[in-house]
């Protein structure tokens, strides 16, 4: 299945995050490395978008919508690194 | 004199009622993917069921030589397309679990690439379940799930597991990869058990 790279997030993750997305960095809990988003691997399908870790393939957040309601995991994520202005 | 006048249009002529609330027919068999399709060949193929007892193991031979039947079963998929009628083959999960003992009640369904999906043990017996590798007559595409896949019907479609590969008996029914991030527990589409 084709998928999209990191900057595809900006747009659905836009509306969940005060902060640049696609800039911020994120520690995979698979396998340690620490990458920008814009690097991570989309897949996108109408059940989901699930954004995988462009080194080990691990699973970094997913983001389900459905009408009023959205749920935005991140539990292959550790921690996010956000720049401040 | 009747009451009830049938083809004036409107809601309930067009209806199908092996169509649950919510859902469109498709005609196509559309997609569904939440990463890479597993490239998995025959020949390192195994499907396995593992209690708290040990594990029990099939490889692709060994399966192929288990009876097998036909299914035509309708699915549903919770982004609101089902299509009526499908022919799959596979062997029945009552074939498999036959000689597995479990104190456990739920299941974990494991696939190559790392998809899970949870269901009750009781929802996978007397019928109700099968590991398909066949669909319309043809091995299984790996884009539908090939070479072998799980096939729930009765569930919404994201409990059919692609690719699968291990069901694991556990005690508590725990969420799998879908459950986990927002989707339902349970998924009876005649319930509309989509989300949370
Ligand atoms: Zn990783």
């Known amino acids: 299945m084709d998928h999209l790279d990191g900057n595809a997030l900006a747009g659905p993750l836009a509306d969940y995050f005060a902060f640049d997305v696609t800039e911020a960095r994120a520690r995979c809990n ?8 814009a690097r991570a691997l989309v897949f996108a399908s109408p059940a989901g978008t699930v ?5 080990c393939d691990h699973v970094l957040a997913t983001l389900v919508e459905a009408g009023e309601r959205a749920w935005l995991g991140l539990s292959g994520v550790s921690a996010l690194e956000v720049r401040r202005a | 004199m009747s009451f009830v006048t049938r083809g004036f249009g409107g809601g309930s002529r067009d209806r199908d009622d092996r169509l649950p609330p919510g859902q469109t027919l498709v005609q196509d068999f559309p997609v569904l993917s939440a990463g890479p399709t597993p490239e998995v060949d025959t020949g390192e193929w195994e499907f396995r069921i593992i209690t708290e007892a040990g594990t029990h193991r099939w490889s692709w ?10 299914i035509a079963t309708d699915i549903h998929c919770v982004t609101h397309w089902s299509k009526l009628g499908t022919s799959w083959r596979g ?5 498999l679990f036959e000689n597995v003992e479990s104190q456990f009640d739920y299941v974990m369904a494991r696939s190559y690439g790392g998809y899970t999906t949870n269901v009750p043990l009781d929802e996978l017996l007397d019928g109700q379940a099968w590991v398909a590798t066949e669909f319309d007559g043809e091995p299984l595409d790996p884009e539908h799930g090939g070479p072998a896949r799980l096939l729930v019907p009765h569930l919404y479609f ?13 005690p508590r029914d725990d969420p799998g990869f879908w459950e986990q991030n927002g989707y339902h527990l349970h998924g009876d589409p005649w319930q509309e058990e989509r989300y949370w």
């Open chain 2, 61 to 70: 031979d060994e399966f192929n030589a288990l009876p097998s039947e036909d």
């Open chain 2, 91 to 95: 062997v029945s999960l009552d074939t």
């Open chain 2, 158 to 170: 994201w409990k059919s597991a692609k690719w699968v590969r291990s069901l694991v008996m556990m």
């Open chain 1, 51 to 55: 954004v995988r870790c462009s080194s």
């Open chain 1, 30 to 37: 698979g396998c340690g490395e620490v990458a920008e988003f």
